[in-house]
Every structure is written in structure tokens, then in C-alpha cells.
């Protein structure tokens, strides 16, 4: 069955930092989609980055990138150089290729910047 | 290009209401997601379908919420009757395909009184 866990519920760090959040993954599909995104406290929610399972190398977006460990089954965001404005809620969601079922979410990390 | 688009943002029901909520999903997009969002359970599915058949159905939702596609491009979300309970923002979603990513609308918060 399909479960992702995020077990940091907040993370605090100062502004210009880097931050890490973690989440993991069940799966019993041997390819499968991770996806990040965030939603700010207007409510919005926005893609951010995603890493396909047949790809070693990790991604990255701007100053988004993963930290990708596939024996781990896990699946880390991390932001570099932090801003005010990432301040926010970030999910974690992964879908199986082979399945027709809706990707699954995790309960989400809230981060809270600080100047 | 349109995003995805909700409407009411906001709606406001008696206990025992029917109410319907409206989303347009992004043009071309062949997968539409509805999703109840709540401080307490986070994100839940209530309804994924793709090129308008139905897909999955999240098994606690069954009983009085019904999502329709009417169209590609237009789906609704029924709920009768409708509880306090159901008070949450409710979200629709769209992705090109299965691989794909998510755009999420802006979302529908429904208060039940």
C-alpha cells in the first residue's frame, strides 16, 4: 500500500540558512513519482519540484533541490540561502506508475523562517 | 493559461443542506482530483478521475459526497446532506497525466452551521 510520512510536524530556522525536511515512503511499485509542494498561508498551493524513481541523480529547482536515497526510501527537500518568503507548509506526495490510484500526501512540515 | 478555478470560494450552509461545489481544471488536463483539507487530517481524496472515469473514490467519503464530471472541463462535488462536521476547505486539482504534477485551485471553504 501507498503511505508517506513526514514526521517533522515545524522546523524554526533563521533567515539565509539552509533547511532540510524529510519524508518517506511505501511502496511496493518499482517505479514511482515524488513530488514537493507548498502552500503558503494564503492557502495556495504550488508545485515545487519532483524526482522520478528511475533517475539517480537528484533534482533540483532554483534553490529547491532533493535529496534522493531509493534504499532509504526517502526523500528530503532541501532550500538553501532561506527567505521570509518560504515561510509556509510543505507536502510531500508520491504516485505509482503502475496504479491508477491518486498520488498520496504526507501530513506536511510547517517552516517558519526567521528574520 | 487558466489555472485551476473554484467557485464559491467560500459558502456558507445549514446542517442538512445540499450544497455544490464547482471546479474547472486546467485546459487539457486529463486528471481531475477533489480533496478535503482540515487542520486534523490534512489532505484527504475524495474523488480522482481521469478523462472523466471515475477512478478512485476515498472509502469514507461515499456516503454523502458525490463528484461528477460533467465534462472535461467542468466537475462538481455534491454534498447531501451536508454536517457540521464537513466544515474544511475543500480543493480540486488537475495534472496533465498520471505522471504528472498537480495544480491545485484555490480552494472552497465550507462552513456548516
Known amino acids: 500500500a501507498q503511505k508517506v510520512t513526514q514526521t517533522q510536524t515545524s522546523i524554526s530556522v533563521m533567515e539565509k540558512t539552509t533547511v532540510t525536511m524529510d519524508c518517506v515512503y511505501e511502496?511496493?511499485?518499482?517505479?514511482?513519482?515524488l513530488f514537493w509542494y507548498k502552500q503558503t498561508a494564503s492557502g495556495e498551493i504550488v508545485f515545487l519540484i519532483r524526482q522520478d524513481s528511475y533517475k539517480k541523480e537528484n533534482a533540483t529547482e532554483g534553490h529547491y533541490s532533493l535529496n534522493f536515497q531509493k534504499p532509504k526510501s526517502s526523500i528530503g527537500l532541501i532550500i538553501t540561502a532561506t527567505q521570509i518568503e518560504d515561510s509556509a507548509v510543505y507536502f510531500c506526495?508520491?504516485?505509482?506508475?503502475?496504479?491508477?490510484?491518486?498520488?498520496?500526501f504526507g501530513a506536511g512540515t510547517k517552516l517558519s523562517v526567521k528574520p | 493559461d487558466a489555472g485551476v478555478t473554484q467557485t464559491p470560494r467560500h459558502e456558507v450552509a445549514e446542517k442538512g443542506q445540499t450544497i455544490i461545489l464547482k471546479c474547472e481544471p486546467v485546459?487539457?488536463?486529463?486528471?481531475l482530483f477533489w480533496y478535503r483539507q482540515t487542520k486534523i487530517q490534512g489532505l484527504e481524496l475524495l474523488s480522482y478521475f481521469r478523462s472523466k472515469s471515475l477512478m478512485e473514490d476515498g472509502g469514507a467519503f461515499k456516503d454523502r459526497f458525490k463528484a461528477e464530471m460533467l465534462n472535461s472541463s467542468f466537475s462538481t462535488l455534491k454534498i447531501q446532506p451536508t454536517e457540521p462536521k464537513d466544515s474544511a476547505v475543500y480543493l480540486c486539482?488537475?495534472?496533465?497525466?498520471?505522471?504528472?504534477?498537480?495544480?491545485f485551485g484555490p480552494g472552497t471553504r465550507l462552513t456548516v452551521l
Open positions: 511502496t511496493r511499485d518499482s517505479s514511482y513519482f
Open positions: 506526495a508520491m504516485r505509482e506508475r503502475n496504479n491508477n490510484n491518486a498520488p498520496r
Open positions: 486539482a488537475s495534472s496533465l497525466s498520471g505522471f504528472a504534477e498537480q495544480f
Open positions: 485546459s487539457g488536463h486529463n486528471d
